[in-house]
């Protein structure tokens, strides 16, 4: 391996998405409330960060459209800005 290429490795290692601030998804899918907390029953399509809005009784579920949930007392991991991220409505650190 040339020094040109252990140095492109090197920076790439160092530079993950959250190291070089880049947002990265608050919640993996599968996880508990996943389904609730990211919208995945309502329109989530998305272009731009301003298409998606947070919802919910407490503010938790992350669409592109206003939505309403049950209001129950829930325990709520740690989230992130509600954004578009690949054309999805997500919630991102």
């Known amino acids: 391996m040339n020094r040109t ?5 090197l920076l790439l290692a ?10 990265m998804p608050s919640l993996e899918e599968g996880e508990p409330l996943y389904d609730r907390l990211e919208g995945t029953g309502f329109d989530n ?12 009784c407490s503010s938790e579920v992350c ?7 049950t209001c129950e007392v829930l325990e709520l991991p740690q ?6 991220h690949a054309g999805e409505c997500r919630w991102m650190d």
Do not use: Q
């Not at 290429?5 to 490795?9: G, Q």
């Not at 669409?63 to 949930?69: D, G, M």
């Open 5 to 9: 290429m252990i140095r492109l490795s």
């Open 14 to 23: 160092l530079c993950a998405p959250a190291a070089c601030g880049e947002s």
């Open 45 to 56: 399509g998305c272009e731009s960060d301003s298409d998606c809005v947070v919802g919910g």
């Open 63 to 69: 669409a592109a459209e206003a939505v309403a949930s």
């Open 79 to 84: 989230l992130g800005d509600c954004l578009c």
